[in-house]
T-cell receptor
Framework: LAKTTQPISMDSYEGQEVNITCSHNNIATNDYITWYQQFPSQGPRFIIQGYKTKVTNEVASLFIPADRKSSTLSLPRVSLSDTAVYYCLVGDKESQGNLIFGKGTKLSVKP | GAGVSQTPSNKVTEKGKYVELRCDPISGHTALYWYRQSLGQGPEFLIYFQGTGAADDSGLPNDRFFAVRPEGSVSTLKIQRTERGDSAVYLC????????????FGNGTRLTVT
C-alpha cells in the first residue's frame, strides 16, 4: 500500500501562501494523489486531485514533480478559515477501496 | 444537492450494548466507505462497498463489527457488545466509483460507550 508522510503541523499568518509537502516514495504508476481538508466536527472535504505536473482549481494548486514521489499542496493567501487538518492520500491500485489517511498536517493560520 | 447523511449524529450507549449507525450516500454513488476517527488521528479505514457487496473489509477490527448495504444504497454499520474502546467518530463516505474518484464524506456519528 502506498503510504504518505506529511509534517504534523504548520503555522502561517493571514495573507501568506502556504505550501504543504507530502512524500509518497512508493507511489504506483496508476495512482492519483488527492488532498482533503477537515474542520473540527466535520468529515474530510475534497480539495484537489492530480496525477502529474500541476493542477489548479479555485481553492488550491497541486504541484507534482516528474518522479511523483512527492506532491505539494499550495494554498494562496490563506485566511483564518483555512485553519484545518490537511490530508494527502495516494490511490492504491492493489486495494482500490482501502484509501489510507495518515495523521495529516494541522495548519494554524494566525491573524 | 444532498450530501452524505449519517444518523444519528451522536450516540451514547452502555458497554455491552448493540448499536447501528446509518449512512445515506449521495444518490448514484456506487462506492461506499466506512472509516473510524479517534481524537487527533486521521480516519482509519474499516470497510468498502462496491454496490451491495463488501469489496474490502480488511479494516474491521474484529467480528463484533459488521456492515451491510443490501440494496446498494443505504448502509448500516453494526457493532455488537460495544466496548469503551469503540468510542470514536464513525465516518461514511461515498464516491461515483472506487478508483480515484474523490470521496464525499458525511459529518459522522460520534459514538460514546460508557
Amino acid at each position: 500500500l502506498a503510504k504518505t508522510t506529511q509534517p504534523i503541523s504548520m503555522d502561517s499568518y493571514e495573507g501568506q501562501e502556504v505550501n504543504i509537502t507530502c512524500s509518497h516514495n512508493n507511489i504506483a504508476t496508476n495512482d492519483y494523489i488527492t488532498w482533503y481538508q477537515q474542520f473540527p466536527s466535520q468529515g474530510p472535504r475534497f480539495i484537489i486531485q492530480g496525477y502529474k505536473t500541476k493542477v489548479t482549481n479555485e481553492v488550491a494548486s497541486l504541484f507534482i514533480p516528474a518522479d511523483r514521489k512527492s506532491s505539494t499542496l499550495s494554498l494562496p493567501r490563506v485566511s483564518l478559515s483555512d485553519t484545518a487538518v490537511y490530508y494527502c492520500l495516494v490511490g492504491d491500485k492493489e486495494s482500490q477501496g482501502n484509501l489510507i489517511f495518515g495523521k495529516g498536517t494541522k495548519l494554524s493560520v494566525k491573524p | 444537492g444532498a450530501g452524505v447523511s449519517q444518523t444519528p449524529s451522536n450516540k451514547v450507549t452502555e458497554k455491552g450494548k448493540y448499536v447501528e449507525l446509518r449512512c445515506d450516500p449521495i444518490s448514484g454513488h456506487t462506492a461506499l466507505y466506512w472509516y473510524r476517527q479517534s481524537l487527533g488521528q486521521g480516519p482509519e479505514f474499516l470497510i468498502y462497498f462496491q454496490g451491495t457487496g463488501a469489496a474490502d473489509d480488511s479494516g474491521l477490527p474484529n467480528d463484533r463489527f459488521f456492515a451491510v448495504r443490501p440494496e446498494g444504497s443505504v448502509s448500516t454499520l453494526k457493532i455488537q457488545r460495544t466496548e469503551r474502546g469503540d468510542s470514536a467518530v464513525y465516518l461514511c463516505a461515498s464516491s461515483r466509483s472506487s478508483y480515484n474518484s474523490p470521496l464525499h464524506f458525511g459529518n459522522g456519528t460520534r459514538l460514546t460507550v460508557t
